[in-house]
């Protein structure tokens, strides 16, 4: 089954609102659906993800690149209570969705959404590291951009890796993402280059 057609999404009066809700929809309602052969599946997080959330994202190497920082259990366990069954998506805000393997449905990584402006969403993504290598976060992340742009009032998606950061620069590159500028900046206290990239709508 694929990812779901734009097509088959309602339209609504107002395009970022549409957009907005129609996404939270389909991800309270488990329809972030890709193809079968896809070793991984996008869901909402949950409450049991607490333990593999907590250990990928406290791992020095995964939180390498990562603008966000460690959680203690209980924030981790706030945090995926809030991400469960989000009602809303405004402008200024995160939604936060899991990438499960398709097998046992565990937690390997997650998928950060930020509504910018009207039609505008900047993605991140954090895998954990034994999850990293397999082709996962382009199976994954390829149909949802498919899906994002296709959303009424969709303009562009962005995305921002630090310069160091290959691997993600190069995946981001196959999902068809280019670069528009750099940025230099301090993240965690250490100097770095942020390569900021987008892809439009069609």
Request: glycine share 8%; charged share 20%; hydrophobic share 50%.
């Amino acid at each position: 089954m694929g990812v779901v057609a734009a097509q088959n999404l309602p339209m609504l009066s107002t395009p970022s609102i549409s957009a907005a809700s129609t996404f939270c929809a389909l991800l309270t309602q488990d329809r972030l659906s890709l193809p079968d052969a896809v070793p991984v599946r996008l869901r909402a997080l949950r409450s049991g993800d607490l333990q593999a959330f907590l250990a990928y994202r406290s791992d020095p190497d995964v939180a390498r690149f990562q603008g966000w920082a460690p959680m203690s259990p209980e924030q981790a366990a706030a945090f995926l209570a809030e991400m469960a069954a989000p009602a809303a998506w405004p402008e200024g805000e995160w939604l936060q969705l899991a990438i499960a393997r398709s097998a046992d449905d565990a937690l390997v990584g997650d998928i950060g959404l930020l509504h910018e402006a009207p039609g505008e969403v900047q993605l991140g993504f954090s895998l954990a590291r034994q999850a990293q290598g397999r082709g996962w976060a382009q199976a994954a992340l390829r149909p949802l951009c498919q899906l994002l742009l296709g959303l009424p009032g969709a303009r562009c998606l962005r995305a921002v890796s630090d310069s160091r950061n290959a691997a993600s620069l190069r995946l981001l590159a196959r999902l068809g993402f280019a670069q528009v500028r750099r940025e230099d900046t301090v993240v965690k206290g250490e100097a770095c280059t942020d390569v900021v990239l987008e892809r439009g709508a069609a």
